[in-house]
């Protein structure tokens, strides 16, 4: 096949866009499509040489895997060498015995399976700090090459006339299938082949379709291109994929490798050294990209600045250079080692990282390099590290009361779509109880309930509808396929119906008075008494058990730290704070409750409520509180409150 250098061009757009998104820059948001491109390309190459060397007769799987194998292994192998070291070193127990697993999962090309299985989201909090996350699309490939060599083989022998049709109608099922599987599962449907297998077979199908040059190839593989770079910029992770709305990028860059021709701008844009350059490396560069990401937050303990993001970003094209100059390049040369050798080194190579994962994962993270204390904490809080586990235990499920959770996170976990229904209790005021407050938001709000139920007392009713991954907002009308929407407008009915005294909000992220004011403002023209808006959690890197556990490391350790701190969640914080209580129409019926003035000062923030007989902290995982926390912070906040409210509903009720 004739080395097209736009093709590599293309490789390095792909790939600076899935860095750029996972170092945090929120204008790549959608630069996970990258890996959407790169199925593409890998579909068409693949096919190219396969399908050309069939119909010359000199098709050999023996050679296809050898080259298969020496394309992927050994930079993987250098990787996830040096990964494993650094693992052991930086991560804690918990993220440590995660490693193992994934490590496992990795040489055995599974690790897509594994993660849909865990049900760990691509967009999940705790994907940002697992150093092999990102090797799900290498599972994918090689899953899908374990078969379509021969499937193509064989369909050239019995039914060589209709090779294309037959590919378009397995790009159809399976994009059809990705469709109607994403809305209820979207995990399983953006890890697993089934429904990826589409972008694959559109670069199939290309690679067998005749290429005529056209007069307009200069103008189609322009838009291509800005398409693509503007799904890569707008789409986000609310962007449902893979499905019907991902066939616009995924055409782009079938279109872009039909049309980049020579002769052509965007050709010559691609063909530009520095971005064939960046391409040569790609497939170094995305793998070393996320390990140094994860490592660099670890050990810093921060979400990372602008300087941070960059200088991590060069480390990771450094690292590309030498893996693409001193690994792949000396494997892929046959004489240096042969077909017998790849094949033996990438078993022993493949058993060794399969065995030392799995017992670092039975050794759950090598706890035993613990003192007691930071054992004690590794064994009360290890339930969160697998995708918020605890939220499943019956200690949480009944304090909280997630039966008035919209998420039904024991019986649908990866489901958007609503619960059928609530607990009666958690909408419906009881008239015997005097006073009622609607407690409103999203899972940060479930973790306030036991401390608020704790802290007012029987003569208090709380009402509840607090659904995970979904601010309050005033709706009028529901949607049954989108669950926040649906919750909201509940919140809403259950509003109007029940008339709370107080209600009060919380939410994760995106705090803005320009969200809050009008929502506040609309509460309170439905005659609620008071509105209590609580402001961020305080939010840890990679979260607050992990942070404890390294604070434990001497005795006795330090109850407040900066170390982890999510910066970002102390400014919204602040700006919050500063421009709510500058309005002065909502100061006398509504009140905004920092939980960063009452967990922080001067720029730490606590972390352990106690240490004895056992170690309590402050959040189970990266922000979200324990029963203990909430229950102090409802005390000392929310208590004056509601008692003020309630001299205001007493007094008013016995006034001629």
């Given amino acids: 096949m004739t080395y097209r250098p736009e093709v590599d061009g293309l490789r390095a757009v792909a790939v600076l866009a899935v860095v750029l998104s996972h170092a945090g820059f929120e204008w790549m948001a959608g630069g996970y499509l990258g890996v959407d491109v790169f199925f ?14 069939i119909v010359e007769g000199r098709f050999s799987l023996h050679d296809f895997y050898d080259r298969r194998l020496r394309r992927i292994l050994p930079a993987l192998v250098a990787v996830c060498l040096v990964t494993s070291v650094a693992s052991v070193v930086i991560l804690p127990p918990t993220h440590l015995a995660m490693y193992g697993r994934n490590l496992a999962s990795v040489f055995l090309f599974a690790s897509n399976i594994q993660l849909s299985m865990t049900g760990q989201g691509y967009f999940a909090p705790g994907a940002a700090y697992q150093p092999l996350q990102h090797t799900w699309s290498l599972a994918v490939e090689e899953q899908f090459y374990l078969f379509f060599p021969i499937a193509l083989f064989l369909i050239h022998r019995v039914a060589k006339a209709r090779i294309s049709m037959l590919l378009f109608l397995g790009a159809a099922m399976s994009l059809g299938l990705a469709q109607f599987w994403v809305s209820s599962h979207p995990t399983s449907a953006y890890y697993l082949l089934p429904f990826r297998a589409w972008e694959l077979l559109l670069g199939s199908m290309l690679a067998l379709t005749p290429s005529k040059p056209s007069p307009k190839d200069g103008l189609w593989g322009f838009w291509s291109l800005a398409i693509l770079l503007g799904c890569m910029m707008g789409f986000s992770e609310q962007t449902p994929t893979p499905s019907l709305v991902t066939l616009l990028p995924v055409f782009a860059t079938t279109a872009l490798l039909a049309t980049a021709k020579p002769h052509t701008l965007v050709a010559r844009i691609l063909s530009a050294k520095i971005l064939v350059s960046v391409g040569l490396v790609s497939y170094s560069l995305y793998l070393w990209h996320q390990p140094v990401f994860v490592f660099t937050k670890m050990a810093t303990g921060t979400h990372g600045d602008v300087g941070t993001k960059v200088g991590s970003i060069l480390l990771s094209l450094g690292l590309a250079w030498m893996s693409w100059k001193w690994v792949e390049q000396p494997f892929r040369n046959r004489a240096w080692l042969s077909r017998h050798q790849i094949y033996g080194c990438s078993f022993v190579g493949s058993v060794l990282f399969l065995v030392f994962g799995l017992w670092v994962h039975h050794q759950e993270g090598l706890k035993q390099r613990l003192n007691p204390l930071q054992r004690a904490i590794h064994d009360t809080y290890r339930e969160a590290r697998e995708g918020l586990a605890y939220w499943k235990q019956d200690q949480w499920y009944q304090a909280n009361r997630e039966d008035c959770n919209f998420y039904d996170h ?33 899972s940060h709000a479930t973790a306030l309930s036991g401390g608020i139920r704790l802290a007012l007392g029987e003569h208090w009713q709380i009402l509840q509808v607090t659904t995970s991954a979904c601010s309050p907002q005033l709706v009028a009308s529901s949607d049954p396929n989108d669950r926040c929407r649906f919750a909201n407008a509940f919140a809403t009915e259950v509003l109007r119906e029940a008339q709370p005294d107080v209600v009060v909000l919380a939410q994760a992220e995106g705090h803005s008075d320009t969200i809050f004011k009008p929502l506040i403002e609309g509460i309170l023209a439905r005659g609620v008494q008071r509105v209590l808006l609580v402001g961020p959690a305080p939010e840890w890197v990679p979260d607050c058990p992990s942070i404890a556990i390294r604070l434990a490391a001497q005795i006795p350790p330090d109850e407040r730290t900066s170390l982890g701190l999510n910066i970002q969640r102390v400014k919204a914080d602040a700006m919050l704070a500063s421009h709510l209580k500058a309005t002065k129409e909502l100061s006398t019926r509504s009140r905004y409750l920092s939980l960063m003035d009452y967990f922080c000062s001067q720029g730490k923030c606590q972390v352990y409520m106690a240490k004895d007989p056992k170690p309590i902290l402050t959040a189970h995982d990266y922000g979200h509180l324990t029963l203990e926390a909430a229950s102090a912070f409802a005390l000392d906040r929310i208590l004056p409150e509601c008692a003020e409210v309630e001299g205001k509903v007493s007094q008013k009720s016995t006034t001629p």
């Fill in 40 to 53: 593409v390309i890998s579909g068409y190459l693949i096919t190219s040489i396969v399908h050309r060397q």
């Fill in 410 to 442: 024991l019986n649908a976990p990866d489901s958007p779509l609503p619960r059928d229904s609530l607990t009666p209790s958690c909408y419906q005021r009881d008239p015997i109880k005097p006073f009622c407050l609607l407690l409103w938001g999203d």
